[in-house]
């Protein structure tokens, strides 16, 4: 078996990809039975964007936090609902405005540590909690958050608007460490002040402002791989991912084999023009993010993933929706 076999191997059975293939049949349910559902900008975004009168979108996103981080490691599940729900906005070229959580726990303790959690990740990312509800004696533990944002409706940024020849770049934060609650996460939040953590989200704002992209996402728990064949597939393009040029940028102390499949706690993956490119590097490290070229879009119905002279196909679009449908723009 290959070095690029092997690879691909542990994509196809890795529980942050594989969990995602349910997802064009909810969203087309949604789209097609539920009330207005196919609304612009909505399902399979990061974040719906919700039109006003005035010149700005509301952004509304939800994440929930399984169930064995709740009950191993409270607090981080407290913290990171708020981290994955201020990610979608950001993502989206918004500002967080204000968040919502939904509780349940029987163990106080858990119960405590995960308002401890979510607490601390108010201050982190400066977004007040405003609303909540509570089960304290509940069978099952878990914690979902919800956010609103606002953008200015000429800054929205989409999940699904990559074009053929677009490059596709992996912004992160080089300086960061293994997750210790989630062995496949960068944590570039530890440590760090809420106004380091702040500048660097808000790179997405100048990207947005500055009409340098043509799509946009965070980085989940999908990993690097799988966010961007998620983009690709909602654009309606195919691409390939260039695995070398993943693995001479991964911090030096993350394996390839790990790198392809991490959360990044200030990741986003973005697609840009060639002519954009340099605009992009600079924004980036203005905020103290470095910058990979991964790959590139195309007009074919399949994500490559490319490793020396090798090349396979990861995923094939061709007989219908793998991780999400496509999107309006498509």
Request: net charge negative; proline share 3%; aromatic share 6%.
């Amino acid at each position: 078996m290959s070095r690029l076999d092997e690879i691909l191997k542990l994509l196809m059975s890795f529980d942050g990809i594989t969990r995602k293939f349910v997802l064009p049949s909810i969203i087309d349910k949604l789209r097609l039975e539920s009330f207005n559902g196919n609304t612009p900008h909505g399902l399979g975004e990061d974040s719906a964007a919700i039109g006003t009168e005035s010149d700005e979108y509301v952004l509304l996103t939800t994440d929930g936090i399984v169930e064995s981080l709740c009950l191993n490691f409270p607090r981080a599940a407290g913290f990171n609902a708020v981290l994955a729900n201020v990610m979608d906005i950001y993502a989206a070229g918004g500002t967080p405005t204000s968040f919502a959580v939904a509780l349940s726990y029987s163990d106080s303790g858990i119960g405590e540590a995960l308002l401890d959690g979510l607490i601390t990740g108010s201050q982190m990312f400066r977004i007040p909690i405003v609303r909540g509800h509570t089960n304290p004696h509940s069978s099952s533990t878990y914690v979902v958050g919800s956010a609103t944002g606002k953008v200015m409706k000429s800054n929205l940024l989409t999940a699904g608007g990559a074009k053929s020849g677009d490059v596709l770049i992996l912004l992160f934060d080089r300086v960061g460490q293994r997750g210790e609650s989630y062995p496949l996460g960068w944590d570039s939040v530890t440590g760090r002040s809420s106004e380091d953590v702040v500048n660097r989200l808000s790179v997405m704002n100048e990207l947005a402002h500055e009409k340098v992209l043509t799509a946009a996402k965070d980085v989940s728990v999908a990993g690097v791989i799988g966010t961007a064949a998620m983009m690709l597939e909602y654009s309606g393009c195919g691409g390939v991912l260039n695995l070398d040029n993943l693995d001479s940028s991964r911090p030096s102390e993350i394996p390839l084999d790990d790198w392809v499949r991490m959360f990044i706690s200030l990741g986003f993956l973005v697609a840009t023009s060639d002519d954009n490119l340099p605009e992009v590097r600079r924004i980036a490290e203005k905020h103290g993010l470095a910058t990979t070229v991964m790959g590139h879009a195309d007009d074919s119905e399949s994500v490559k993933l490319r490793l020396g002279d090798e090349e396979c196909v990861f995923i094939d679009f061709s007989k219908g929706g793998v991780f999400t449908p496509k999107g309006e723009n498509a």
